[in-house]
T-cell receptor, first 111, second 114 residues
Framework: GEDVEQSLFLSVREGDSSVINCTYTDSSSTYLYWYKQEPGAGLQLLTYIFSNMDMKQDQRLTVLLNKKDKHLSLRIADTQTGDSAIYFC???????????FGTGTRLQVFP | ETGVTQSPTHLIKTRGQQVTLRCSSQSGHNTVSWYQQALGQGPQFIFQ???????GRGNFPPRFSGLQFPNYSSELNVNALELDDSALYLCASSLVGTANTEAFFGQGTRLTVV
């Protein structure tokens, strides 16, 4: 079945880079996404990558996809305190575009 | 600001009651998906509506039902509420059928069942 896994917690110092990792099982995944959720809020789409790409860069965000290992990562450069949130990896496939989410990684940025 | 609005923002219901949650999709979008996010978990897909028809359903019992209206807004109905239904309910709108794959989420409705 479809499954997406993430580590639960990451703590980094302000100004350092953060790397959040995700593994998934569905080899037919078409798109892979990163969402950010701040306390008490909905989900904010940060970026996404098509499954035939290896890398996508968007300002401070870099997404790396290893399709062979079904591994996705999100790198945040120059991490700021405002980046503290829960980050969800999600994948979609098929014509419903339903999203399968991981359990989320809580990123804590300290001064 | 995604343009997806949900109401109400918070709701408290008693076990056994029924609840209706509402979602207005982003202008131009034709599809609404509903997700349940229990505390400390990732969102779980409930179902999706496309052109007023259910277009895919997750592992949720029939007491979870929905509607989509001609203006693409949507309702999620839950009958016979159980304590485990307490969660954040998120709706997402998207434009299925094009190369645009982005789903935009509302702020959610936090349902507490007591």
């Amino acid at each position: 079945g479809e499954d997406v896994e993430q580590s639960l917690f990451l703590s980094v110092r302000e100004g350092d880079s953060s790397v959040i990792n995700c593994t998934y099982t569905d080899s037919s995944s078409t798109y892979l996404y990163w969402y950010k959720q701040e306390p008490g809020a909905g989900l904010q789409l940060l970026t996404y990558i098509f499954s035939n790409m290896d890398m996508k860069q968007d300002q401070r965000l870099t997404v790396l996809l290893n399709k062979k290992d079904k591994h996705l990562s999100l790198r945040i450069a120059d991490t700021q305190t405002g980046d503290s949130a829960i980050y969800f990896c999600a994948e979609s496939s098929g014509n419903t575009d339903k999203l399968i989410f991981g359990t989320g990684t809580r990123l804590q940025v300290f001064p | 600001e995604t343009g997806v609005t949900q109401s109400p923002t918070h709701l408290i219901k008693t076990r056994g009651q029924q609840v209706t949650l509402r979602c207005s999709s982003q202008s131009g979008h034709n599809t609404v998906s509903w997700y349940q996010q229990a505390l400390g978990q990732g969102p779980q897909f409930i179902f999706q509506y496309y052109r007023e028809e259910e277009n895919g359903r997750g592992n949720f019992p029939p007491r979870f039902s929905g509607l989509q209206f001609p203006n693409y807004s949507s309702e999620l109905n839950v009958n016979a509420l159980e304590l485990d239904d307490s969660a954040l309910y998120l709706c997402a709108s998207s434009l299925v059928g094009t190369a645009n794959t982005e789903a935009f989420f509302g702020q959610g409705t936090r349902l507490t069942v007591v």
